[in-house]
């Protein structure tokens, strides 16, 4: 059985992991911009997924900051700063709220990416454009570039199931 004290100190690292990633995920996302040898430019605003997987980022980071003080505090003092069943209650249900968004950043930057990236492949294969070429080497940087930030975002979601889980069995011990 998980122990009150070990499982909130794992749930505040978790929440700064999550934090940690969401925010490494928004600088590869957002910096992910290419330009091409013609002087065309693709940038990740380009692509409305890529847009989507920066909101989840931002989403899945503002709640952790907002998470973090009522964290820290339940660790340190193993009661919460705020009394009461409402804190409880918000915290169950948004930590798998949040599990779920971010969940669903996490497929839709690796699918987009890799749908995308093999489209491309494909189309340069046929015309007969070789792996070295320029154009083909920027385009497959860009969608490498979202599929490191959608596996960043993974760890994310990763933290976030497990912060569920366990607030779901801290939950079910307190009744």
Known sequence: MVTRSAASSVMLGLRILTLAASVATVIVIATNNVKFF?????????IHSFRYVLAVA??????????LPFAIHY????????SGELLKEFDFFADKVISVVVATGVAVGFAVSIEFKDFFDDI???????????TRTTNDKFYN???????????????????????????????
């Open 38 to 46: 013609d002087g065309s430019k693709l940038k990740f605003q380009d």
């Open 58 to 67: 931002v989403i899945a980071a503002v709640y952790c900051i907002v998470q």
């Open 75 to 82: 660790a340190v003092k193993q009661k919460r700063a705020i």
């Open 124 to 134: 340069f294969d046929a015309a007969g454009v070789p792996k070295k070429d320029p």
């Open 145 to 175: 570039r979202a599929i490191i930030a959608s596996s960043v975002l993974s760890v994310a979601f990763v933290s976030m199931f497990v912060v569920s889980v366990l607030s779901s069995i801290l939950r079910s011990n307190a009744k």
